[in-house]
């Protein structure tokens, strides 16, 4: 399996560029011990507020667009370092080629939880195919183990397809069981974040 990731002026409509997938070399065998996945890793203080481990967790909401040449279920996963905790769901792409709305809730972790410091507290897997020892759902948080869990609910395999492509964005997590609509900052204030 070989890809290419690019940023291309195509997205739904209130954005103007999405990430970009496409399968150049495909995997034509999928093994059970193969994946791959888009991810993005979240600071512990970032995560101060959301409260895991304590009585007043937080639920997650993840929102983003994402279209995809390959139609079926497809993972977003967020995985708790520290705690060694993932919840692997899975959503669905109905209609290829076609940019879809996505929402996902992630259950309150009131049992343990990322360190609040600056080394990375979460990380937020999106696959891109899974073979059956990482795909196991779930619908709650669950010890990660040998990672049966990474990319749970994941059973499309944009490896397996030449020219497969995969897009996103828009992508936001926040508190709260509601998905609100995106916040598109200024650059200043995504600077002035940078700089703490």
Request: glycine content about 10%.
């Amino acid at each position: 399996f070989t890809y290419s990731v690019e940023q291309v002026s195509d997205a739904p409509s209130g954005f103007s560029n999405s990430l970009k997938v496409t399968t150049s070399t495909a995997e034509t065998a999928l093994a059970a011990d193969e994946y791959a996945r888009i991810y993005q890793t979240i600071e512990g203080n970032n995560l101060a507020r959301v409260g895991f481990g304590t009585a007043d967790a937080k639920q997650l909401t993840l929102s983003f667009w994402v279209k995809s040449s390959i139609t079926g279920n497809f993972s977003a996963s967020l995985y708790i370092n520290d705690t060694n905790k993932v919840d692997g769901r899975a959503y669905t792409i109905n209609s290829a080629n076609t940019w879809e709305y996505k929402t996902i809730t992630y259950n309150a972790l009131t049992s343990g939880g990322p360190n609040i410091d600056n080394t990375y507290g979460a990380v937020l897997n999106f696959g891109l195919f899974s073979g059956s020892s990482y795909n196991t759902a779930t619908t709650d948080w669950t010890a990660y183990g040998s990672g049966a869990n990474l990319l749970g609910g994941q059973t499309a395999n944009l490896g397996g397809t030449l020219n497969a492509t995969w897009q996103i964005t828009g992508c936001q997590l926040e508190t709260g069981s509601q998905a609100t609509p995106f916040e598109h900052e200024t650059i200043s204030t995504t600077l002035e974040k940078c700089q703490r």
